[in-house]
């Protein structure tokens, strides 16, 4: 069993930055594809970024890219997400997952991932 602790979430302005992060704890943190979602009330989560075991590869959904960088320290079992140049279409609850699965297919869609942290409040007011 994995378990998954976001931090950093809170009120930002428009044009402002937050970093979260993600400890995990349990098994491997290397063993796994780390990747963010969001999600608002009533609707689905939707994909924002992922990194490749090593952090060799990432992914980023097409809302964050160019904004948003996801990195990971497998020194400190921790995964983060630079959110930069936040719009208030940035808030949601974002969580951090974890996944097992190597095929790129799985990175960017909920399906592919295992283990969920209970996410973390991110508001951008304008």
């Known amino acids: 069993q994995v378990q998954l602790i976001e931090s950093g979430g809170g009120l930002v302005q428009a044009g402002g930055s937050l970093r979260l992060s993600c400890v995990t704890s349990?098994?491997?943190?290397?063993?796994?594809?780390m990747g963010w979602f969001r999600r608002s009330p009533g609707k689905e989560r939707e994909f924002v970024a992922a990194?490749?075991?090593?952090?060799?590869?990432?992914y980023y959904g097409d809302p964050v890219k160019g904004r948003f960088t996801i990195s990971r320290d497998n020194a400190k079992n921790s995964v983060y997400l630079q959110m930069n140049s936040l719009e208030p279409e940035d808030t949601f609850i974002y969580y951090c997952?974890?996944?097992?699965?190597?095929?790129?297919?799985?990175?960017?869609?909920?399906?592919?991932?295992?283990?969920w942290g209970q996410g973390t409040q991110v508001t951008v007011s304008s």
């Open positions: 349990g098994r491997t943190f290397s063993d796994y594809t």
């Open positions: 997952a974890a996944s097992t699965k190597s095929s790129p297919f799985y990175h960017t869609v909920t399906q592919g991932y295992d283990y």
């Open positions: 990194i490749t075991r090593s952090g060799r590869n990432t």
